[in-house]
């Protein structure tokens, strides 16, 4: 496709298309999935944030008519990756109220400096690992993003917005086919 804006899905199209470039589009589209719904694996569906992830995004394929199973299993890991990164948040967030709380015990004399310094380490630690297992995480979920995303553009960039002549083989001169 030489320059301009990418193709936008034919669900997305506003404005005048005859019936004809609307039926090229919509078969050209349709050539590009396999016509089975997305189907949750059922390890997501066990798991209440990730399945709530997987009806979310599920919802939002089918808004553009790309609810296909063919990038169901990788829709089913990005739901995963979102539950463990919330999980992960949660034990964050209790390691950190175990420091307040060892802030707490420690301004009222409840325990020693020395105790207090390990201790606060140990969790400061701990805290550390667990920030980095998020952003191991949501950088596997960003590269989903990405590759859904261009896989979706790309497929779309392959469609013709409008029926044209049939491209000429250049090699067909050459090889007595023209």
């Known amino acids: 496709m030489p320059g301009g804006r990418p193709?936008?899905?034919?669900?997305?199209v506003t404005g005048h298309r005859t019936k004809a470039e609307k039926?090229?589009?919509?078969?050209a589209e349709s050539a590009l999935l396999t016509g089975t719904s997305m189907k949750e694996n059922p390890e997501v569906k066990?798991?209440?944030i990730a399945h709530k992830e997987f009806v979310r995004v599920k919802r939002l394929l089918k808004s553009i008519d790309k609810d296909d199973d063919l990038s169901g299993n990788i829709i089913n890991t990005h739901c995963l990756l979102h539950a463990?990164?919330?999980e992960f948040e949660g034990m964050k967030l209790e390691l950190q109220s175990d420091l307040v709380e060892l802030k707490e015990a420690r301004k009222n004399r409840e325990i020693d400096i020395l105790t207090y310094s390990?201790?606060?380490d140990k969790i400061q630690d701990r805290?550390?690992?667990?920030?980095?297992?998020?952003?191991d995480k949501r950088k596997m979920m960003l590269d989903i993003?990405?590759?859904?995303?261009?896989?979706?553009?790309?497929?779309?960039?392959s469609i013709q917005k409008k029926e044209g002549?049939?491209?000429?083989?250049p090699d067909a001169y050459l090889f007595g086919d023209g």
């Open 7 to 12: 193709t936008k899905p034919l669900a997305l």
């Open 23 to 27: 039926a090229i589009r919509e078969k």
């Open 46 to 48: 066990s798991n209440p």
């Open 84 to 86: 463990e990164c919330k």
């Open 118 to 120: 390990e201790k606060k």
């Open 127 to 135: 805290i550390f690992a667990c920030d980095k297992k998020i952003m």
């Open 145 to 157: 993003g990405k590759e859904n995303i261009l896989t979706i553009q790309s497929a779309l960039r």
């Open 165 to 169: 002549p049939a491209k000429e083989d």
